[in-house]
């Protein structure tokens, strides 16, 4: 059975999946989704260890990696 994949949501923290040189962004680098703009893409907001933001742009689903803190149910493995 194919678990369904989890839909980004606001406040969600992810990683880009590949670099974006237009926008001075590598691959792993972190951002918080701060606006749902339309079904799978979001405005993701990427700030300095201070809070001064340093990037927001408007990514596909497909260009994020959801990150995960703890296991829970719905991201565990079967």
């Known amino acids: ?5 989890a839909k980004l949501k606001l406040l969600d923290v992810v ?10 962004l590598m691959a792993g680098q972190v ?5 749902i703009l ?3 893409v979001y405005e993701v907001d990427f700030s300095d260890d201070d809070g001064q933001t ?3 742009l ?4 497909s260009q994020l990696l959801k990150l995960k803190y703890q296991s ?7």
Do not use: C, F, Q, R
């Open 54 to 56: 340093y990037a927001m």
């Open 31 to 35: 951002g918080t989704i701060v606006e």
């Open 15 to 24: 990683a880009i999946k590949k670099d974006l040189p237009d926008n001075n």
């Open 58 to 61: 408007p990514l596909h689903s």
């Open 1 to 5: 059975m194919v678990k369904a994949i």
């Open 38 to 40: 339309a079904p799978e």
């Open 72 to 78: 829970t149910p719905e991201n565990t493995p079967n």
